[in-house]
């Protein structure tokens, strides 16, 4: 049961060394430099861990709700929790996306200052790398739920899916035709790429927790 959150915080480690090593590499084919996009795409990992520890705590909060309601056969509570857990999780994070979209130099200020490549390269990292993560919410509640209601396959899988499946390819991928910016849109890519993959697990889903929730009424 929990497979899912070590195999994403093994994942992340990768992911990284991934990411890193590619900045270094493509950013000195470009103006930028390699030090210039690898701290750049510092200060862009450690919004996206603070927005991410949101949803994080939201998941892991409504876990015990949701496995204690599916093991009392209480369906109804277990959709209006996950359907709860979605919203608070998508609008948290959503607030933090807005931010970064429209005030980048705001957030970067907390960070400190630096010459105006950096912050152009950085405002520019900000922007398209995060351009996605509004979905990141639903991705990572729905991992927890599948997790908290007793399938362990399907969290796995989910929780392997933007950083393994999606994300370390694409920072493979990408650069080799668009370069350093190819880095930069391998994070909406994944994060939008994998949102629609968990729809299509959540989607059966609530279709079957809909169907046990009319027979229970029946029942009744």
Known sequence: MGASSGISQLVACVMQVVMNNSLVYYGNQSEVTGDVALSAMGIVMKIVMILGSFCIGIGVGSQPILGYNYGAGNYKRIRSTYGKAIIYATVSVSVGWLICQTVPHLILSLFGSGNEQFTQFAVKCMRIYLGGLFCSGFQ??????FQATGQPLKASILSMMRQLILLIPLLLILPLFFGLDGIL????????????????FVIPSMKKLNRQIQEKEEME
């Not at 990572?140 to 739920?145: A, G, L, M, R």
């Not at 890519?189 to 299509?200: L, M, N, R």
């Open 140 to 145: 990572i509640v729905s991992t927890n739920y």
């Open 185 to 200: 849109y391998a994070g909406p890519v994944a994060d939008i790429g994998s949102a629609v993959v968990v729809a299509c």
